[in-house]
């Protein structure tokens, strides 16, 4: 019986650990972190996309956690413009547009000082970009998700918290566009906030993380002056190579625990 217990107890242990990987060593705090979300809102039943909505009460502790745990929050430019930051520097960004942004981050960011680089499409309304990547996603569900309008995105940018970032005109997926296509869509993307919004925009993120060497040099060219992907990990030199940055991806299926493992090694469990 209490071999039974023990054999129990050593197998749990050990899929904790592999789920958690908590022995894994911190990154070192002077490697600012970038986290990436998507939705800030209640899970849906039976959704396809629930990993990308991180609920609001989750996110105010996440957020509460950093202040408290004393994380410095700073924007996709900053991170790009100071070659000194304090240790512990954390750079939320938002990706797509979502209107649960503006209704449930962004009280949060008030409250808690904390600011954000929002990778906004232009023409975000009324699309189904998850099926540009997967044609069997096509359950609407992403389409029928309201999104930022641009008086919303305006009211956010005047507080001084958050900064726009480049997402495409469309959420393309660029992989299947020539180049001529790809560059309209990243340097019109930029041009069409920098017009609509009156701020700069420096950085940008690949639709879907999907990018090549081509897309590297367009955003260059683009005069962005960062550009961040979907892998997963924290960057140890941001400025070697400034359009191929990883970021930590905060899953709505996330634990406080999972989120602070994160924090510490850039990812969750056991992987590579
Ligand atoms: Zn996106």
Redesign the pocket.
Known sequence: MIAVILILAALALLIFSQRYAWWRPAVDYRYPRILMYHMVAEHRKGARFNKLRVRPGMFERQVRWLKEQGWHFASMTDLMQNRKLPEKTVVITF??GYADNYLQAYPVLKKYGAKATL?LVVDRFDRDWSTSKKAHHDSGELMHEPKLSDDQVREMLASGLVELGG?TLT?ANLAKLDREARTREVVSGREQLQQTFGQPVSSF?Y??GIYDEQDVSICAEAGFLSAVTTEEGINRDRFSDPYRLKRVKISGKDSMLAFRLRMKTGQRGWKR
């Open positions: 990706d797509d990778y997402h959420h993120a639709p879907f």
